[in-house]
């Protein structure tokens, strides 16, 4: 049965996929760069994992990040209201991500909120798939985003398209950061 805590879903949905993929837990350390023992812990839901973490879990699996932690729904939900957007944390970086469209497999667009706290840094070390397209619209705050060797200082308005093909890394300064992300 499927627990109702976003904490433990998202144990359980993560080694669900593993099970699917037919993948060790030491191929996935190997391919992701963390730790089997972290993994372990991971799916057995006795920590969480870190955005970096999910993001080289993404990597290792292929997956939009979007995908990895909110696995697709089999039925296409046209309407999904704002309390039951699925809505991930990672206290110790300060960072919320909410899944605003409705899941869908059969979607191309999707569209995420996340916020950062202030004086904080994550990053990516490459993409889930070289090519993801994002356009990023900076809703309060400022960010910086760095793509390869690339720094965009973005404001509250801004709105900058880019599709991934290597590393990239997101900052805050003195304010929390609260942008959308639609991703095709």
Known sequence: MESRDPHASLAQHLRRLRMERAVTLAYLAEASGISRATLSRIENGEVSPTAETLGRLATAFALPLSQLIAPL???????????DQGVWADREKGFTRRSVSPPSGRLKLEIIEAELAPHQHISYERPAFIGHEHH???????????????RYDLSAGDCLRY???????FETGDQPARYLIAMA
């Open 73 to 83: 729904e089999p039925d296409f939900l046209p309407l999904l209201r704002h309390a």
């Open 136 to 150: 990023l619209v900076m809703l309060s705050g400022s960010l910086v985003l760095t793509l390869g060797e690339v």
């Open 163 to 169: 599709r991934l093909s290597g590393a990239s890394s």
